[in-house]
């Protein structure tokens, strides 16, 4: 992939319009150079689901005032100087969101994958993991020590069959039985935007006495009547499982990650785990973004702000996806999920829809090997509910015009007649 389509600089808030700094390159890009002049462009890009990664009447006020208050960062790790009223606040805020005892933070989402599961087990326990797993779980897998399986994506079925063998064999070797087995999955997968069957895989947890952990990064605040993710968006409770996990990032407008899970776990989390230990606590005015975020979603500011911006994400979604099938797109992932990737398939593709969006004031993140297999390329849509209807108009104009250009409308075009009918019904 070409170099100008990937790291490109903006010069403000990710909001959904963003200001892409212009770049040229004299050497047919393999180096760039930035300019003074950025163009105004539609965002579906940024992890920005409910929309408060710019500027709310409710939260920035709050944030500015934390700024002012306890400075940019703590400079310190959580054990020593680093935790503030703040901290304290946001993590019982969130063991409330989310339904669980307790929770502890981090200062980044992926070490909050990459650190804690080291820490929740070690050599002589099991890993059994969705084959489409985050990289941050993966390596977190690889450090624990523990011997890892994989089971085909989102596949209760065949998860059931490795438990079973991998129980009826033991560890290898001495065959003694596994000390402790974590199977982990994602609320939403990243690059694939398809929801976890999640009470198949806590059916097959119990019937086997597995340990469950549950990345909730992309669901978490972004689905669900009231935001609180896959658990309440399938009718799960979220005392079956045992460990979960998301992101401040997507959803909340700010950055860090959290594990929930109960008081005893939380409390060993806080005296073994060496992310908490030694790595410098989140900013003050990052937490003090999640908390007033997280309190506008539950109407605790005293509005219906946050009501209107689930219902506003859960239909810009469902929109956009319905109206990209139409088009011919081939579409993955399911309703309700704000991420939404088309299929490229051929490399080459990948540059030329990203420049075509581009020309046309759309900016698109396309991704390609290794991120995804070598001929499985294509570009990750994520919607926001800052988007208003005429922006996604303007976006699948753009989108089914580069998508004619490049070929990438493998599916069947439903009739541009039938399609306005439906529209005409829906405004009535």
Known sequence: MKKDCANRPISSAPDSWIDVVERYSNDNNKTLHRTTNSTRCLNLGSYNYLGFAAADEYCTPRVIESLQKYSPSTCSACVDGGTTKLHAELEELIARFVGKPAA????????TNSGIIPVLIGK???????????????????????????????KPAHLEEVLRKQIAEGQPRTHRRWKKILVIVEGIYSMEGELCKLPEIIAICKKYKAHTYLDEAHSMGAVGKTGRGVCELLGVDPAD?????????????????????????????????PAHLYGTS??????????????????????????????????????????????????????????MPIMLYNLAKLPAFSRECLRNKVAVVVVGFPAVPLLLNRVRICISASHSREDLVKALEVISEAGNLVGIKYLRVEPQQTRAEENTKKLE
């Open 104 to 111: 502890i933070i981090f200062g980044m989402g992926y070490v």
């Open 282 to 339: 989140m900013s003050p005015p990052a937490v003090q973004q999640v908390i007033s975020a997280v309190k506008v979603i539950l109407g605790e500011d005293g509005s219906n702000r946050g009501a209107l911006k689930l219902a506003k994400i859960h239909e810009n979604s469902n929109f956009f996806r319905s109206e990209l099938k139409k088009m011919g797109f081939e579409v993955l992932g399911d309703n309700d999920s704000p991420v």
């Open 241 to 273: 499982v045992d460990i979960m996990m998301g992101t401040f990032t997507k959803s909340f407008g700010s950055f860090g990650g959290y594990i929930a899970a109960s008081k005893e776990i939380i409390q060993y989390l806080k005296h073994a785990c």
């Open 124 to 154: 002589g326990g099991l890993i059994i993991s969705d084959s489409l797993n985050h990289n941050s779980i993966v390596n977190g897998a690889r450090a624990s020590g523990a011997a890892i399986h994989v089971f085909q994506h989102n």
